[in-house]
């Protein structure tokens, strides 16, 4: 099948992802494919368009973005990105159960889209608009995902995100080697366990918290250096966040609720996903 845009799905990663997507009976042939519905969400999400405004070669927007609405609500969008997580690891050699999570959060502006719901400032990076939470492994790609508005704290953002998904660590053998945490210096270890501990007891039998060291002004003079220096391992989550961007829908928040821009996030992953499984396949 020919694929007139970038952000088309070439033949195999539609045989990738096919499977995952729900399946309804069908009373008549539809108008429009999977395929095609999902290239048209691809397109939306890469080239930051309206909706009304998607080329007229591609199944109507109003199409379009009943799927995408359907799909998103459903937890479909979240679903087939652990399951492409997991098959990326798999391929790597990498086991279900990781020694090392990269934890991080990115302030971005919010447009005049935006709902009350998403607003919020950060005075630290003088940001009015949302955060991304990401929780990445060596791959670059996530094992979590959480937006909260740009006045919530790093620690809370953390928090409230493994909170969430605390079912992880919960089924995590004991006899496997601690997870290890890799955070910046915005985070303070003290309280993120003893916050952590009140949900889940055990946690820190399966997890240990550990500060990336930053490069400090004497050091960057003594190696010849200024400006931005690439930490060890921190560059992992910095790429993850640059790769994201690379979705012009999301080089800004134009999302009216957080729901909405935390399911543009998880495409962007599954997006990337794909092509990295499809290509490692080849």
Not at 85 to 90: C, G, L
Not at 244 to 270: D, G, H, M, P, S
Request: glycine share 4%; charged share 25%; net charge positive.
């Amino acid at each position: 099948m020919l694929n007139p845009y970038s952000s088309s799905l070439t033949d195999k990663e539609w045989e990738i992802i096919e499977p995952l997507l729900p399946k309804k009976k069908q009373t008549r042939p539809p108008t429009w494919t999977k395929r095609q519905i999902l290239d048209g969400i691809l397109y939306q999400l890469k080239n930051g368009c309206n909706w009304r405004d998607m080329p007229r070669d591609l199944p109507p927007f109003s199409t379009v973005y009943r799927y995408y609405k359907e799909w998103k609500d459903t937890g479909t969008f979240t679903a087939i990105m652990e399951t492409l997580h997991s098959t990326a690891r798999e391929q790597s050699k990498k086991s279900k159960w990781t020694t090392l999570i990269i934890i991080d959060s990115q302030a971005v502006k919010n447009t005049c889209n935006a709902s009350i719901e998403s607003k919020g400032f950060c005075s630290y990076k003088a940001t009015n608009g949302i955060k991304r939470h990401l929780a990445v492994d060596t791959l670059g790609f996530p094992f979590f995902t959480y937006l909260t508005r740009a006045n919530v704290s790093d620690d809370q953002g953390l928090i409230e995100m493994l909170t969430i998904n605390i079912d992880y660590f919960k089924s995590k053998p004991d006899d496997i080697t601690l997870t290890t945490i890799l955070l910046d210096s915005g985070y303070h270890i003290e309280k993120l366990i003893q916050e952590l501990e009140k949900i889940y007891p055990e946690i820190m039998t399966k997890i240990r918290f550990e500060i990336s060291p930053k490069v400090s002004k004497q050091q960057k003079a003594e190696k010849g250096l200024s400006g931005f220096v690439v930490v060890p391992t921190r560059w992992v989550i910095e790429r993850s966040n640059a790769w994201v961007e690379r979705c012009k829908i999301l080089v800004k928040n134009f999302e009216r609720t957080l729901v909405n821009a935390t399911a543009k996030l998880n495409l962007c992953f599954i997006r990337l996903m794909l092509k990295r499984i499809a290509t490692h396949e080849i």
